[in-house]
């Protein structure tokens, strides 16, 4: 039988993508920041992770025939299929009810970015399977279902995004009882959608962790195909993360304690009796005696385990934060930068109820060899 589109009355192979609503031009980092926390506060609007692949809709026909649409399109004007590449996503979709369209990403999950999917979705289909059985050991694409336009028959392009959310959560509780046995439902992964302060704090996490950002959608509007209405949604990647100057005014100790899971292949110890220090594989040791206990690497070469970052206050230097997540180059010789300017970035800028500044999820961007430490001002930061 012959593939349609059609459930309850209308072809959903021929919708186009509904496009993400973004800010003016005119408006600054900063403004669009305080426009995407306004709108995240004010409790209209549900959100979650976005993932750096590319956007597919999955459509099960009344027929249940089924096709895996990207955005474009053939010569002959129709959305190109591209299902017969990940044949793995299968018994999930196998498993859906006849009239069900899902949208979703579809990406690689240690591997993200829009160009490593079409390196496979874009070739034949016996080199897509081929490549992603071969591919440096990134495994096959997964498929990232976010929202549903139409279930078991019926169409919801008139149900408010709030209850597609419900509906979603329905499908996934019943994929994780049928994952129990079916493995290939691993591949298949479900949003989690999160609101108001939950939902800065998911964005602020992801961005720290250097995620693409997350999506968020007015909670009572329904689907509108081909259409970017305003307001309605918003991509907030990490561009809105703020952009500061500071400086190196020391460093910090690094941590003991090795915590890792690799301790059979771990490499740094150290003699909690003697103070020795000693390098190669002492798990057995560790096991037995008790007194070698195993470090991090930082520690054992006496590197830094962070560094304090300063800016000028009232003509002396006052530190606003420290910086974790830095090369083992600036941790090692951490002496030669004190005194430098970086440009950082961080998800908010916030001053406690002493009135002492800080940053939240700093993180390195660049050096700044161009600027003084006169140049990284209290005052620049925050405004008084």
């Not at 002493?354 to 060899?369: E, I, L, M």
């Not at 990284?376 to 008084?384: P, R, S």
């Amino acid at each position: 039988m012959s593939f349609t589109g059609i459930i309850d009355g209308v072809n959903f192979s021929e919708l186009e993508a509904e496009k993400y609503w973004t800010p003016p031009k005119t408006k600054t980092p900063k403004e669009c920041k305080e426009m995407a926390k306004n709108f995240i506060f004010s409790g209209n609007y549900l959100g979650a992770v976005k993932k750096d692949g590319a956007y597919y809709r999955f459509i099960k026909d009344e027929n249940g025939e089924m096709h895996l649409q990207g955005r474009s399109r053939s010569v002959n004007g129709s959305f190109i299929d591209k299902i017969d590449h990940v044949p793995h996503l299968n018994p999930f979709f196998d498993w859906l009810p006849n009239g069900t369209c899902l949208l979703g990403e579809i990406y690689f999950p240690d591997w993200e970015g829009s160009h490593n999917v079409t390196t496979i979705m874009g070739c034949l289909t016996e080199k897509a399977i081929q490549r992603q059985n071969d591919i440096n050991g990134k495994g096959k694409l997964h498929y990232y279902v976010f929202d549903i336009w139409a279930y078991a028959g019926k169409s919801l392009l008139k149900t408010s995004f709030i209850q597609r959310v419900e509906c979603l959560k329905e499908i996934m509780e019943l994929k994780r009882k049928k994952a129990l046995v079916e493995t290939s439902f691993s591949y298949i992964e479900f949003a989690e959608y999160f609101s108001g302060k939950e939902l800065w704090e998911t964005l602020q996490t992801t961005l720290a962790n250097g995620g693409e950002g997350v999506v968020i959608t007015k909670f009572d509007s329904i689907p509108a195909p081909g259409k970017r209405t305003a307001r309605k949604t918003l991509k907030i990647k990490k561009e809105i993360a703020e952009t500061l100057d500071v400086f190196v005014m020391g460093a910090n100790p690094p941590t003991k304690e090795y915590s890792g899971k690799y301790l059979e292949e771990w490499k740094y110890w150290y003699n909690e009796k003697t103070g020795e220090k000693l390098e190669g594989v002492y798990f057995s040791e560790y096991m037995i005696r008790g007194t070698i206990v195993p470090v991090t690497k930082n520690f054992f070469y006496n590197w830094a385990g962070s560094l304090k970052l300063g800016v000028i206050k009232n003509g002396k230097p006052y530190q606003v934060g420290n910086l974790s997540g830095l090369t083992e180059e600036i941790l090692s010789g951490w002496t030669k930068y004190v005194g430098k300017v970086m440009e950082i970035t961080c998800m908010e800028v916030y001053q406690d109820e002493n009135g002492d500044g800080g940053f939240r999820h700093p993180k390195f961007v660049q050096w700044r060899n161009d600027l003084t430490t006169a140049d990284a001002t209290y005052e620049k930061i925050y405004g008084k």
